[in-house]
Every structure is written in C-alpha cells, then in structure tokens.
C-alpha cells in the first residue's frame, strides 16, 4: 500500500465527519437560520422535483437564480430525493469542503514529506476559514472549495492545463467565482501558456457578463442584479477603501499566519489577493471580516501558497513536480516548517467549533429544542408558514416557508387593522425575537398587528415559540396559494448574501 496516496484521502475522511457533526449539531440546537439553510433546502427541494428552484424565503416565486446563479446546486437534488431536509445539504457541505483536503495534503505530502504532510493536512482541515464556512449553515461555495483546492495544487505543481480544467466548473457555482478563473488565467498566461490563459479570461469574463447582466436580471423580480451597486466607485481614496478600517488587515493576517508567511513566498498568493480586493472594496463591513463561508476559497488559496513558497524556500520547486521529496518521513526542515502550520492554526482555532465537539455539552440532548419541534409539529405538512429566521429551518424540508415578518396581502383583500388576508396560514414565532430581518421593535409591532386584527390566533405555545393559525384560511385558500411575501427591493439579507 502507497501510504502517499492514501494519506490524503484519509484526512478527508477525518474531516468530514467532524465538519458533519459541527453543522449537525448546530441545526439540532436551533442554532440554523432560514437566511441561508432554509433558502438553498428550498430550492434543493424545487430541483429534486425537476422544478425550478423558488424561494418564498426571499420572495413571492422568488427563482433564486435570479438572485445568484448557482446552478451548481442542482447536483444535490438526487440525493434531497431520497434523503429530504437539511440535513442532507450539511452533510453535503461537510464532504464536499472535506475532500479539498485530498489535494491540498497530496501536494504537503509531495513538499514536507509523508508526516510532515500528514501534519500539515491537519493543519489544513483545522483551518480557521474552512471551520468558518461549516459553521456558517449551509452555503454554495462548499462546491468552489475542492474545485479552488484541486486548481490551485495544478497550478503549484506547473500542470496548467488541469489547473484550468478544475478552474471551469467555478462559473457554475456563483457569478462572482468568475473572478478567481480570470484571475487563474491571467496567472497561467503570466507563467507562458498564453493562449491557454487568454482563453480562460476571455470565458471567465463572457459567462460574467452574460450572467450579470442577461441571466440574473431575467429571472430576478426588479430585473436587475442586485448586488451591482455594491462596487460602485464614489471618488473616495481608492487606496484607503482597500486598506482601511484595520480589520482587513486581520482578516488577511488569520489567513497568512498558519502558512507561517510563507505564502508571501509564492507567487500563487496573487490569487487570493484578487479576491481579498474585491471584498474589500464592496462598502459593506460584512465582506472584511473573518467569518462565515467567505475565507473558505482564499484559505484555500493562502494555504496552497505556503506550501509552494515552503518547496521554493526548501529547494523543492522542481521535486514538487515528481514523484515527491521527504522519504526520510518527516524529518528535518519539512517536519519542521508542518510542526509550525498546526501550532498556528491550533492557536488561532482553539475556541472554534470543531474544537468545541470535544466538550460533553455539544453531545447533550437539548431539551428545549425537542420541545420546540413539538410545538411546531402543529404546522402540518405542506403548510404555508411565516416563520422566523431561526425557525425557518426547521420547517423547510415539510413546508413552503416565507419569512416573518414579510407579510403582503392578497390584491384586494383587507381585513381590520389595515392587514390583508396573509401569505401563509401559519405563523410562527419565538418570544425573544431576533431582530433579523427587521428591529424587534418593528417585529413586535407587526405580530400585534397580525394577531390583533390580522386574523391570527394562538394554536400552540411552549418553549418560547407561539404557533398561530389564521381564521380565514378555509374561505380564503385560493388567495394564500398565490400570495407571498415581500419580493421587493430591499430584500433582507441582500447585501450579506
């Protein structure tokens, strides 16, 4: 048995279990959000059912691909097939940004040897990006990174053929992946594939175009793209706007140290410097913080980058591409350079949620969330439901599910109050309300309404969760099934997304 070439598949088979039980046991405790697992089980489900995939958590037959175009997601309509719920798109996240580590560690492996690749594949899989993105629900970037992983190892190892050949697939993942492919082929044509690169940029940035401004503004309810605004250019200093405030300078330190700077070494790291000003040019502080699934590709990147600037540092640049250094098994300065990975990352990670499967609390049934679900087993299946961000989720993968408080009413159609009839014939809430997508101030004010005059009444209550049921759904069903909610601009989430 090779162990070079099992080693790497079997890191991915650590991970993914542990980023499994991350996502897990975060949805068991009510800690998901409708904004984003219950919009892509949504449309996952419209897929599984050869339809198009509509959200009502983003708007009345809200086609989601008029909000990204994320075709992509269709690959997991099989498998929601036959396992429903959302479940099954977190345990497709956790494998998928799992198997990235098979390249990543083939190439450490190649670079540091067979334990210091063992090593550094750990530090890989522990990596604050990648647990960042686990935790974060479930998003569309879990296809990007093994496809930015395995891309980015071909470009390390001079095969720029393949490197482009995994690059592609990006563009069916989400518009603004169109970025790293142009970014990659402007690399390989700097490095003397010229038409090779040119033609990767030219797609890259033809398939951008045409779905930015053809194919999202076609399907999207405003007929635009909503997120053009968020790069406009308004005459600021445009070397502050890329610098300033000093929490990008943090966000790129978290990504640089667990490669020990070494990235900075490579050439490669102008990948992720591509992306990284992107983000930080857009006016919004969501973008330039570390966090939630947008670190994953650039960690990606940045810790490829280490390990091609650690062979060029160790005089391993042309080795790299052979059968590998580092038989004497980790020894030495290979050894060494991974010691250092995982001691970094383990220090950066150590109150992260993979370290946090370790404490006897994250196994621990939670009470109060079973008796949630009790109380939301009153919503039968195929209900409309308005429900909050948090307890959207949980009622997706069995109902059509908008988002509370985004309630319009049937043209025509009022009822005391000011209120129409409402999209959904159910309503649930929990006491504490979060604050998202409105203040809780506006939430409170908005339920009183509904339940005061709107037709709305109380059918079930514990846990801190109240479940209300609307007088008039008999009479009025045929004006709920074409009714939703708030589809406009100024859709909640809009900027995070």
């Known amino acids: ?137 479930f998003h569309e970037v879990a296809f990007a990174v093994p496809l930015a992983a395995a891309a980015a190892v071909a470009l390390a190892r001079g095969r720029y053929g393949p490197a482009v050949a995994w690059a592609l697939p990006l563009l069916l993942v989400k518009e603004d992946q169109g970025l790293l492919v142009a970014a990659l082929g402007a690399f390989v044509w700097w490095r003397g594939r010229r038409r090779l690169g040119a033609v990767t940029v030219l797609v890259a940035a033809a398939v951008g175009l045409l779905v930015t401004l053809v194919v999202i503004p076609a399907l999207n309810p405003g007929g635009a793209y909503s997120y053009a605004h968020m790069g406009e250019y308004h005459g600021a200093n445009p070397l502050a706007r890329l610098l300033l405030p000093a929490v990008k300078a943090r966000t790129v330190l978290v990504l640089l140290a667990p490669t020990l700077l070494l990235a900075l070494r490579s050439p490669l790291v102008l990948l992720p410097a591509v992306l990284l000003a992107a983000r930080f040019w857009v006016d919004n502080p969501v973008y330039w913080r570390s966090g939630q699934h947008y670190d994953a590709v650039p960690a990606v990147l940045v810790f490829t980058a280490g390990l091609h600037g650690a062979a060029l540092l160790l005089g391993r640049s042309r080795a790299s591409r052979g059968p590998g250094p580092g038989r004497g098994l980790g020894r030495g300065p290979g050894a060494a ?71 319009d009413p049937p043209d025509g159609q009022q009822v005391p109050g000011g209120w129409g009839g409402p999209v959904a014939d159910w309503l649930a809430v929990q006491d504490g309300l979060d604050g998202f997508p409105v203040p809780q101030e506006d939430q409170r004010r908005f339920l009183a309404r509904l339940v005061d005059g709107g037709g709305y009444r109380l059918v079930a209550r514990g846990a801190g969760v109240a479940v209300y049921r609307w007088q008039g759904a008999d009479r009025q069903a045929d004006l709920v ?14 900027a995070a997304r």
């Not at 991350?22 to 904004?35: M, P």
């Not at 479940?87 to 540091?112: D, E, F, K, M």
């Not at 990352?345 to 150590?350: D, I, N, R, S």
């Open 337 to 407: 350079v991974a010691a250092g990975m995982l001691a970094v990352t383990v220090a950066l990670t150590a109150g992260g949620p993979v370290a946090g499967l370790l404490s006897a609390q994250a196994w621990r049934g939670d009470g109060r969330a079973a008796r949630v679900r009790e109380v939301l087993a009153v919503v039968p299946d195929g209900a409309r439901v308005a429900a909050g961000n948090h307890l959207a989720p949980q009622l997706t993968g069995r109902c059509t599910v908008s988002l509370f408080p985004y309630l």
């Open 481 to 494: 099934g074409r009714a939703g909610p708030r589809a406009g601009g100024g859709r909640p989430g809009a």
């Open 1 to 137: 048995m090779d162990l070079r070439r099992v080693l790497p598949w079997s890191v991915a088979a650590l991970f993914a279990p542990l980023y499994a039980a991350v996502s897990l046991t975060r949805h068991a405790r009510l800690e998901s959000a409708g904004f984003d697992l219950g919009i892509f089980e949504e449309a996952v489900r419209g897929y599984s059912r050869l339809e198009a995939p509509v959200v009502a958590l983003k708007g009345t037959d809200f086609n989601l691909l008029g909000d990204h175009f994320s075709p992509v997601l269709a690959v997991l309509a099989p498998f929601y097939r036959l396992w429903p719920g959302p479940g099954t798109l977190l345990v497709a996240q956790a494998v998928l940004i799992a198997l990235s580590a098979v390249p990543v560690t083939g190439y450490a492996v190649r670079v540091l040897g067979t334990a210091g690749g063992a090593v550094a594949g750990i530090a890989y899989g522990l990596s604050a990006g990648l647990q960042s993105a686990v935790e974060f629900d």
